[in-house]
């Protein structure tokens, strides 16, 4: 007789468990939906705002890059006087100060992309420095031979603002 009513008793549990576990997955699986739900929200307000700002400053990187670009660069910094080391020092250091300015604008970045600007503004300043080893005498003639060692080559900050236009390509 005890046997009975302890399969009994299973009998009348059973259906009870069963109905608690459902019941438990179903509540777990709402709350787990509810919170990914939460953070999509979140995370397309926070991109609705942040996306002008990144965009902002991919645009000031491409900026700085077209303004090293050494054609436009030499043409924008004329030489102050005829001494070829005061000009190759102000051209790098234009370029310095450039970046410096605008060093802020890497948490907006990838960072493959803002390495890659890195390399493109020591690129152009190791080009600026190879010309200057030269045997030229003035700044005028540094100028020139500046703008015809790169006229041959791909420009270092030609290939990251193509790096930088792509990477913009890919928020859309």
Same mark, same amino acid.
């Given at each position: 007789?005890?046997?009975?009513g302890?399969?009994?008793?299973f009998? +009348? ?6 109905? %608690?576990?459902?019941? +438990? ?10 919170? %990914? ?6 995370q397309?307000?926070? !991109?609705?705002s ?6 902002q ?16 660069l030499?043409?924008r910094?004329a030489? !102050?006087n ?7 020092t102000?051209?790098?250091k234009?370029?310095e ?7 802020s604008?890497?948490i907006?970045l ?5 390495n890659?600007?890195k ?23 540094l ?10 080559k791909?420009?270092?900050? %030609? ?8 990477e913009?390509? !890919?928020?859309?």
């Open positions: 007789m005890q046997e009975e302890i399969l009994q008793m009998g +009348f549990l059973l259906p009870a468990v069963v109905t %608690g576990v459902v019941a +438990f997955y179903f509540f777990k699986m709402h709350t787990n939906n509810e919170e %990914g739900r939460r953070r999509y929200l979140l397309k307000d926070t !991109q609705s942040t996306l002008p700002i990144r965009l400053a991919y645009e000031r990187m491409a900026l700085f890059l077209e303004r090293i670009a050494i054609p436009n030499v043409v910094i030489p !102050q005829a001494d070829k080391a005061a000009y190759e102000l051209l790098i234009t370029i100060n450039e970046f410096e300015h605008n060093l604008q890497q907006y990838t960072d493959e992309c803002w890659i600007i390399a493109a503004k020591s690129a152009t300043i190791q080009m600026i420095r190879k010309a200057g080893l030269s045997e030229t005498d003035s700044a005028d003639k100028r020139e031979d500046v703008l015809t060692e790169t006229m041959d791909s420009s270092p900050s %030609g290939t990251a603002l193509a790096f930088v236009k792509k913009i390509g !890919q928020l859309w």
